[in-house]
T-cell receptor, first 113, second 113 residues
Framework: RKEVEQDPGPFNVPEGATVAFNCTYSNSASQSFFWYRQDCRKEPKLLMSVYSSGNEDGRFTAQLNRASQYISLLIRDSKLSDSATYLC??????????????FGKGTMLLVSP | NAGVMQNPRHLVRRRGQEARLRCSPM?????VYWYRQLPEEGLKFMVY????????ESGMPKERFSAEFPKEGPSILRIQQVVRGDSAAYFC???????????FGNGTRLTVT
């Protein structure tokens, strides 16, 4: 099983739609989780951290399920500018034997008018 | 406060030549990471360095690739005797502490002809 897995998509949604992505991870010793956004041919940018209790930032909600080892990102009221690839990032505990931050391959979102 | 600076933005090399990619981390960041991204692929971890030390190079090919982060100056990713398969975007990222979110540079796009 790959360390971090994401549905590659693309997810095609109309403006205003709600869309959710999941990301599963294999290392139960994983410590921290983040969502990044990458626009075509540009560098990844930190979107938000993921906390155990779940957290919200405007139209974006992130959740963590440690028992099932997945994190999710929910985007409400999609905008055209949300079109991008969304990467989940898992940080292992130090000394767990895993290399540093592991990025998923990303889920592509296309929001259309 | 300048972000992570990478140069050059684009680099063209003929097969067999050497490529040197530079990365200056954000001010106050002593942890540097190099990632490679092939077209239509996810980010692949290469190497993690702290000042003058390689912490984890498990993602870097043993031959032709080397990285350093000297006490003074930028981090350098060096690829000797480049081949066409080395063509990719190389992203550098930095963080203030181990296992904290990364801030990425704009990347260097290497093309081997």
């Amino acid at each position: 099983r790959k360390e971090v897995e994401q549905d590659p998509g693309p997810f095609n949604v109309p403006e205003g739609a709600t869309v959710a992505f999941n990301c599963t991870y294999s290392n139960s010793a994983s410590q921290s989780f983040f969502w990044y956004r990458q626009d075509c041919r540009k560098e990844p940018k930190l979107l938000m951290s993921v906390y155990s209790s779940g957290n919200e930032d405007g139209r974006f909600t992130a959740q963590l399920n440690r028992a099932s080892q997945y994190i999710s990102l929910l985007i409400r009221d999609s905008k055209l500018s949300d079109s991008a690839t969304y990467l989940c990032v898992v940080i292992p505990l130090e000394g767990s034997g895993y290399s540093t931050l592991t990025f998923g391959k990303g889920t592509m979102l296309l929001v259309s008018p | 406060n300048a972000g992570v600076m990478q140069n050059p933005r684009h680099l063209v090399r003929r097969r067999g030549q050497e490529a040197r990619l530079r990365c200056s981390p954000m001010k106050g960041h002593s942890h540097v990471y190099w990632y490679r991204q092939l077209p239509e692929e996810g980010l692949k971890f290469m190497v993690y360095l702290q000042k003058e030390n390689i912490i984890d190079e498990s993602g870097m090919p043993k031959e032709r690739f080397s990285a350093e982060f000297p006490k003074e100056g930028p981090s350098i990713l060096r690829i000797q005797q480049v081949v066409r398969g080395d063509s990719a975007a190389y992203f550098c990222a930095s963080s203030p502490r181990a296992n904290s979110p990364l801030h990425f540079g704009n990347g260097t796009r290497l093309t081997v002809t």
